[in-house]
């Protein structure tokens, strides 16, 4: 079935460790979004990818990391994980800048 | 960058009452305007969305508005069921393909 994937769908993780959040779509969309979803604050836009090879900040990028080798893949890092980014990360993608953006089923992330 | 401000943050109806939802945005160069809703624990997904180009947009008993002027654009649905009720986002994509989203509006439809 066609769609957004993301691994893992939750994750409990020591403060300090390394941890990559993984996103991956088969509909060939151009764009591709990193959103966390806290309660109160929102969908925030962490970092976005207009197309393979480029990548861009959003609103709060302090602390993340993301790549775009190619079409399909766009997956975020935390480098070094603070209890302020347990969140809820949502990916998303869409094939141009005037049509829907899609979002995986989301990954509730917890920083103890 | 873009600024998107959405009120109310809360909203209670009653059933077969309607409700309306404001965003305001900061960017004049945006075009695309859509609105997504998300059910407890579920991802958010599309409603209805409206091009820069078009004043008005209505899908049964949903319709959204857009005043590109006053750079503000609303939800309005009609007939609210309890099925309605969920959170709702607006969000706006400027001239790059960031796409900006308001807080979110939580409505509540009472029986």
């Known amino acids: 079935i066609a769609g957004i994937t993301q691994a893992p769908t939750s994750q409990i993780l020591a403060a300090g460790r390394r941890m990559t959040l993984r996103c991956t779509q088969d509909m060939r969309h151009n764009a591709m979004y990193w959103y966390r979803q806290d309660l109160g604050l929102g969908l925030r836009l962490i970092h976005y990818s207009n197309t393979a090879g480029t990548t861009g900040k959003g609103e709060v990028p302090d602390g993340y990391s993301v790549s775009r080798a190619n079409t399909d893949d766009f997956p975020l890092t935390l480098a070094s994980a603070v209890p302020s980014q347990t969140s809820v990360y949502f990916c998303a993608s869409s094939s141009d800048r005037n049509t829907e953006a899609f979002f995986g089923q989301g990954t509730r992330l917890t920083v103890v | 960058g873009e600024n998107v401000e959405q009120h109310p943050s809360t909203l209670s109806v009653q059933e077969g009452d309607s409700a309306v939802i404001k965003c305001t945005y900061s960017?004049?160069?945006?075009?695309?305007f859509p609105w997504y809703k998300q059910e407890l624990g579920k991802r958010p997904q599309l409603i209805i969305d409206i091009r820069s180009n078009v004043g008005e947009k209505k899908d049964q008993r949903i319709a959204v508005t857009l005043n590109k002027t006053a750079k503000h654009f609303s939800l309005h649905i009609t007939e609210t069921q309890p099925e309605d009720s969920a959170v709702y986002f607006c969000a706006v994509r400027g001239g790059n393909y960031k796409l900006t989203f308001g807080k979110g509006t939580l409505l509540t439809v009472n029986p």
């Open positions: 960017d004049s160069a945006s075009n695309y």
